[in-house]
């Protein structure tokens, strides 16, 4: 394997990143043991060690010799690996310089405080708890869109934070594309019958040591490589980390020892990230782009591995003798447990959502985020707005606050423009599962094997090697041809459900 890296000046930014590279490995790690092991008295220390560790990593990026070195690069001599070096650099460098220290800093506070006061709210079914908050944090946030600067809208500002390149108007083609055929969609499905809405298997308890012989041996069908460069622990939200480098990439899963399709979809889930950093090419390991380019990539391949592979009635009759060995599963069959896994129901949890109304969850929140960045709604409007749009979108309307705008964390912790990447993943998900179906053949024989290894292969050559090499929309194109294109994912579920 020749060596990626030969431009002099490249060479001598990869040395400088190195202290860079330490810290955010190290940030990683402090991280993952925060949501994994760590004792609660810890955390406020941990918190605040965390704070100086990004105040040491925004330092180093925006220092003068630092970006001095980084801008003296004449781009036009460059393989592309180097490119990518320096765009995502350069980015680093202008998001960091774009906003000032006291406002960083008061995002930060801001946003600690209102993860508590969600909490509380969300607990207490009680809006008034967080409104102020809610409506600080949207201030801010609109105050961070004019420090990054836009061309169209405030939000496209916040957008590209989590995903490089995509704007309002890229996620409102998709969204007009979607809504209609969506929600004729589901009515159709829910009055077909085809799919039910309610399984006994979602009544079935079981003992965390056997879920978790279940989740282990699906993730050795698909050979991942337990304790050699990975591992599976359990959290309150599963997640996947790469401890800043290819060789230590970490999932977690939950036991909720009840309706186990939640913590096999999670741990399949958290194996499609972790997979994406397991086979991102070793010469760019530790490098500013040894790492998944976007937040909607990476969801992508999470959701590939979740609804592709793990929701497709192939993989329901591949795994059931494991569950039939390790649970109680003695009166399921396979297309029993198909159907569990695809039950379609108007629910309140986008969480808990399936396929079909997964993004009609993520709409209504794309709705909500872009009114309240652009001023045309405040937080105090915001529960009445929420419910009015949920009912136009799902049909039902939530009885509490709790299950309806106080459901997740993203707001209170600042994250206004998130969403909108896993509509991006979804859709992806999809649209590259068509082409893998195309371009290999024999998919559906693959999957129903365990012959997973093409598979892997196939998202090895056209995702996961080239890191941050390329942004988002450039790896579309160069590997597929085409941007995210909504028809597929329409298509795939008339298909599937009708
Ligand atoms: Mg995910």
Redesign the pocket.
Known sequence: MSELFENPRIKQILVKYRRIWALHHASSLMGWDNDVNMPKMGVAARGAAQAEISAMIHELTTSRDFVDLVESVDEDSLNDYERGVIRVLKRGIRIATSLPKEHVMEMSKVSSEAVHYWAEARQKNDFSIFRDYLQKIVELNMKSAEYLGYDEHPYDALLDLYEEGYTTRDYQRIFDSIESRLTRLLDRIISSGKFPQRHTLEELRYEEENMKRVNTEILKLFSFPLGERSRMDVSAH???VSIGTRNDVRITTRYELVDFRRSLLATV??F??ALYELQIDPRIDMSPIGGGVSSGI??SQ??FWENVIGRSREFSSLILPILRENLNLRDIDEDSLYRYFNMVRRDFIRTEADEVTYNLHILLRFKMEKMLIAGEITADEAPEKWNEEFEALLGIVPDTYSEGILQDIHWSMGAIGYFPT?TL?TLLAVQIGEHARRDLGNFSDLVSSGNFDPVKKYLEEKVHRYGGTYAPKELLRRSFGEDVDPEYYIRYLEKKYL
């Open positions: 599963p997640f996947t889930h958290e499609g990230h990476h969801e999470s959701r896993y993943g």
